[in-house]
């Protein structure tokens, strides 16, 4: 027997005075046993009429951002010959029953979008979690009587792994974590002492002693006021015979400012060109104690010009090589001008523009890492009176605020 759709012969009890919709049956129906009956299938029409098909009607139904409305959603049917609806079908009725059981669907869908939408808000609006305690490393409390040094450093842009460093070093010389705040500071100056190392006493030249001296560094560190600063302490105040050497042909008015200066200071003066000049200017020079040779500034990622720089060193053959960094200058440029000038022999480091310096916590690293001890200092344009011995600087006082 095939199925057949007819309307139910019960109609449901009203209680709430609401039309239930009909309900659907498959009575059996007489059919020749010779003949197989077809079964008979509905779907719905383009205006929402019951019309017979020979394939199962299919609905569909597609997401939208907005949910639309359950009247507005439509069927999708191919197109075929619409017979009259069966007799005694309640076609209202399965109309209903389908907007009905469509428009659930469409609702459903709608309530689930709108949920996602505000879940997606919040988690774009909320304060991010709280993240967990092992996600980066707890530091240390400072000890108090620690606190005004390591605060006093962190001031002056010392690194926090350093200063950090320093602490630990600092509390190892004090043999406490809680020590007088008088012997926290002494053991954390010795400490900074011990990081920027000075050239001694009595390592300067002195009259009767043959010394050659070169100064190496970046552009506009102001070597050439420096050496002849150097050239007038040396003259001037401790009695060398000086005599000065211009290498610098490069940069314009580098000569004429250099022989001013040795004019003033009644001082010889050479200019070389090549290190081929080197060896007769030296002769001419003999009789000084101290020649003072001043170098081309060169830009710390020129490596061409440092290795013509080399040249010219390796025929001076100095006794001594300052390599001159200012210390206005950025971290970065410090340490890029350190790893350039480094490889060409320098004996010390010569800190210029000290005066001009918004912190000495870069020279404090470049101190530690460059192993060289300090030489001199400039704090000023004034010659020979702005330029001294770094271990009468103060630099680790001053790294304290004294």
């Known amino acids: 027997a095939a199925p057949s759709l007819e309307a139910s012969s019960s109609e449901p009890s009203d209680t709430s005075g609401d039309t239930e919709p009909a309900t659907l049956s498959t009575p059996s129906a007489s059919v020749d046993p010779e003949v197989p009956a077809r079964p008979r299938r509905y779907r719905l029409g383009p205006d929402g009429e019951v019309v017979e098909s020979s394939s199962a009607s299919v ?15 439509i069927a999708s049917v191919e197109p075929s010959e619409a017979p009259a609806a069966p007799a005694g079908l309640d ?39 709280v993240q967990p305690s092992n996600a980066a490393p707890v530091v240390p409390a400072v000890p108090a009587a620690f606190e005004d040094a390591m605060a006093r450093l962190a001031e002056q ?15 190892v010389r004090a043999g406490s974590e809680d020590p007088a705040e008088e012997d926290a500071r002494e ?14 006493e009595g390592a300067e030249p002195t009259p009767g002693t043959k010394r050659r001296i070169a100064l190496v560094g970046p552009t506009g560190v102001g070597k050439t006021t420096t050496l002849a600063k150097l050239a007038a302490s040396l003259r001037l105040e401790r009695g060398c015979t000086v005599g000065l050497l211009a290498a610098d042909t490069y940069r ?14 009644d001082i010889p003066l050479r200019v070389i060109r090549t290190p081929d000049d080197v060896g007769p200017a030296l002769e001419a020079l003999d009789d000084c104690d101290v020649v003072l040779i001043d170098t081309p ?12 720089l080399q ?41 210029t523009k000290l005066d001009e310096a918004a912190s000495l916590g870069p020279l404090l690293a470049i101190g530690r890492d460059a192993g060289r001890p300090i030489g001199w200092v400039t704090t000023g344009q004034g010659v020979p009176d702005d330029l001294g011995p770094a271990r009468d600087a103060g630099l680790p006082e001053k790294l304290l605020g004294s």
């Open 59 to 73: 609905v569909e139904v597609k997401p939208e951002t907005t949910a639309p409305e359950s009247s507005d959603v």
């Open 91 to 129: 076609q209202s009725a399965l109309e209903e029953a389908v907007r009905q059981s469509v428009g659930a669907a469409v609702e459903g869908l709608a309530v689930e979008m709108s949920r996602i939408r505000l879940l997606a808000e919040q988690a774009s609006t909320s304060t991010p979690a």
């Open 157 to 171: 842009d010392v690194p926090e792994p350093l200063r950090r460093e320093i602490l630990d070093l600092a509390i």
């Open 187 to 200: 053991a954390i100056l010795q400490v900074l002492r011990s990081m920027l190392p000075c050239v001694v």
């Open 252 to 265: 314009i008015g580098a000569v004429e400012q250099l022989r001013s200066y040795a004019r003033m200071l």
């Open 297 to 308: 500034g060169r830009s710390q990622r020129d490596k061409q010009n440092i290795s013509e």
């Open 311 to 351: 040249e010219l060193l390796a025929a001076f053959a100095p006794d001594e090589t300052h390599l001159a960094l200012s210390a206005a200058a950025a971290p970065k440029v410090l340490r890029e001008g350190l790893a350039a000038f480094g490889g060409i022999g320098a004996d010390t480091l010569l800190f």
